[in-house]
């Protein structure tokens, strides 16, 4: 799949110059987005009860001098969560916006559109999500932050923006959305026709209303945060007992009721003596593993099922397994050795086989069952757990409807 990047650039270029620095709009970056939702099926979709979806309106309050540039409309914002319901839609203001998450686990076609992407590792991938607005609709002024890559499937929409935000940046008030009126100097207002992309790097102002009925994917990238590194070291550190042996400390003579500012220098020296350790190197690899390859959505349980002659079949005919990127599949090398984590887990009891040919999986390939070598070094079984995990995919070539599929014997 071609890269998601205008042809002058090139993906070293792109995140020398503009990753996580300035944005970048891409012309017709995603062709394959084009037509592969409508309106009608986000709707749906919205309020299916197992969707992760919100509903926000926007009620003009006052209109305020126009200045260049800007929309001067001041709004009340609301905020529905889901599960939506049709009566949900009902009596809606003029402007409204409909947000849907994590659509990889309702199409693993859309998913397979982050390979386009494959010059950020997918680690970093947090969701894809949908936004479908009628004409005016916006989720308002503001921004992210996250890096994420703005495109458009249906219909048209307006981008601004601005300028970045910090810890001083001033929210409007009442309001239950991160939203605030001052964008500064606008840097860019283009509009986004389907299959254009829009890069906007973290902190960065943005603001998005629609030209018509429109549909905009977000694919969001974002890295983990110190507490949640912190969070999964000590989990994995409380499997380790040498850490609970009681540390050793020089001991000078002191105030029986005062801990000295030595003593506690002595243990942090000590502390990041292990972490700067193979041992503390090898804990805190897997501890950044296990964060960044949790799911954020419990995985869905689909209801249809096939059977093993069913999968033999499908592959047989030319049925292709893909990394399915609802879940998170990963691999590193941190400890020296080839380690695989799926889902906030180690995969510890698989066989070197396995290991290589869910690297590849995981890397975007797409593996034939000759290319696994079924029935000679991986039981079809093998593939069969893959699939009920959720790691993987079948896609079918077209030859029948098994996206929906959970695999059981």
């Given at each position: 799949m071609r890269?998601?990047?205008p042809e002058e650039i090139s993906p070293e270029e792109f995140l020398a110059d503009y990753w996580q620095k300035k944005p970048l709009l891409i012309r017709g970056g995603l062709p394959q987005l084009v037509g592969m939702f409508e309106p009608e099926d986000i709707l749906g979709l919205a309020q299916d009860e197992e969707a992760t979806a919100r509903l926000?309106?926007?009620?003009?309050?006052t209109q305020t001098k126009p200045v260049q540039y800007q929309w001067q409309v001041q709004y009340q914002w609301q905020v529905q969560q889901s599960p939506l319901q049709q009566a949900s839609f009902a009596n809606l203001p003029k402007q409204w916006t409909v947000l849907v998450q994590n659509l990889e686990q309702w199409s693993p076609e859309l998913g397979q559109l982050w390979q386009a992407f494959g010059f950020i590792p997918q680690w970093q991938r947090d969701d894809i999500m949908v936004s479908f607005a009628p004409k005016g609709g916006s989720v308002g002024k503001h921004y992210d932050e996250y890096d994420v890559f703005l495109a458009q499937g249906y219909g048209a929409r307006r981008w601004q923006l601005g300028k970045y935000g910090d810890e001083t940046?001033?929210?409007?008030?009442?309001?239950?959305?991160?939203?605030?009126?001052?964008?500064?100097?606008?840097?860019?207002?283009?509009?986004l026709a389907p299959g254009d992309v829009l890069y906007v790097p973290p902190k960065l102002?943005?603001?998005?209303?629609?030209?018509?009925?429109c549909l905009t994917f977000s694919f969001g990238f974002r890295?983990?945060?110190?507490m949640q590194v912190l969070d999964s070291l000590v989990d994995i550190a409380t499997a380790e007992p040498r850490f609970f042996k009681p540390?050793?400390?020089?001991?000078?003579?002191?105030?029986?009721?005062?801990?000295?500012?030595?003593s506690a220098q002595q243990i942090k020296a000590q502390l990041l003596a292990m972490l700067q350790s193979p041992q503390g190197d090898a804990l805190i690899g897997q501890a950044v593993c296990e964060v960044v390859?949790?799911?954020q959505y419990d995985l869905l349980t689909p209801e249809e099922t096939v059977t093993l002659d069913e999968l033999q079949d499908a592959i047989d005919q030319g049925a292709m397994i893909k990394?399915?990127?609802?879940?998170?599949?990963?691999?590193s090398d941190i400890d020296g050795r080839l380690t695989l984590y799926a889902n906030g887990q180690r995969l510890d009891d698989i066989s070197d086989d396995e290991a290589s040919l869910l690297k590849r999986l995981a890397d975007g390939e797409a593996l034939s069952g000759q290319q696994l070598s079924l029935g000679e070094q991986l039981p079809l079984e093998t593939v069969m757990t893959w699939l009920e995990n959720g790691w993987v995919w079948l896609d079918d070539c077209g030859l029948q409807d098994d996206s929906d599929y959970i695999m059981t014997e």
């Open positions: 890269y998601c990047l926000i309106t926007q009620t003009p309050i940046t001033e929210f409007l008030p009442n309001q239950p959305l991160r939203l605030f009126d001052d964008m500064g100097d606008i840097i860019f207002d283009e509009v102002a943005h603001y998005g209303v629609a030209e018509d009925d890295r983990p945060n110190v540390l050793l400390l020089e001991q000078p003579l002191q105030p029986a009721g005062k801990l000295e500012a030595a390859s949790k799911r990394a399915d990127y609802n879940s998170r599949l990963i691999y």
